[in-house]
């Protein structure tokens, strides 16, 4: 019998512990060991998300490097405060997301823990997947690992001229809330009080929709690079 203390997570004002005593194979602990891996990193990126929108709305303002709102385009920098946050965000959005054997990638772990969800999980990944290989080049030459020329830094933001930026904030968007519901249901199937089957059933399926939905009107009139 083996012990595992899977989740620690915090979902609004609750502390969740999650707790599972079965028999697993060496291939089901690696997926498990991975899953809790994938929520610690999905609640940091939930935690950027509120620092960043917060901002947006004004819910507070930093001591330094605030710049005006709305940002006054011919004064915008780079190192303005909302483009230091906007810069980590969508870097660490990417690192949820990324196509890689050794990394984290959450519709491979959606997949592997949440099979009966195919439908919502393939939905939001259509709307993902087309800005996973602009995001990577945003992520390496801006987000996190910077560049020693502009030239090789200008292809980072390839992503933005190619993808509006509703496109892209839309699919984080989908891709948070997607999460956020499959983690509602983990602990709705874990007993845990407050999460009920049925309001996370249409939670889920409302996210899938809209995923849908986006997919569609960008089928019907995309954007221009």
Do not use: C
């Amino acid at each position: 019998m083996i012990r595992l203390r899977e989740l620690h997570v915090r979902n609004h004002s609750k502390i969740i512990f999650m707790t599972e005593i079965q028999q697993i194979t060496p291939e089901q602990l690696k997926n498990r060991e991975e899953f809790v891996i994938f929520v610690e990193r999905f609640m940091h990126f939930m935690n950027l998300w509120t620092v960043y929108t917060d901002f947006l709305s004004d819910k507070y303002l930093p001591s330094v490097g605030r710049s005006a709102h709305p940002p006054d385009p011919e004064n915008w920098s780079a190192t303005d405060m909302g483009g230091t946050l906007m810069f980590v965000l969508y870097g660490f959005f990417y690192s949820l997301i990324e196509d890689s054997d050794d990394a984290l990638n959450g519709f491979r772990v959606w997949r592997q823990r949440f099979p009966e969800e195919e439908t919502a999980i393939s939905a939001v990944e259509a709307v993902v997947s087309p800005l996973a290989d602009g995001l990577r080049l945003f992520r390496n030459r801006l987000g996190f690992h910077g560049s020693r020329s502009r030239k090789h830094e200008s292809r980072g933001l390839d992503v933005f001229s190619e993808h509006s930026g509703d496109e892209v904030w839309n699919a984080m968007k989908n891709f948070k809330a997607l999460g956020a519901a499959l983690l509602a249901k983990e602990n709705a199937r874990n007993g845990l009080p407050g999460f009920q089957s049925e309001p996370v059933r249409h939670w889920i399926d409302a996210v899938a929709a809209r995923s849908q939905r986006v997919k569609q009107s960008l089928s019907v009139s995309p954007v221009k690079p």
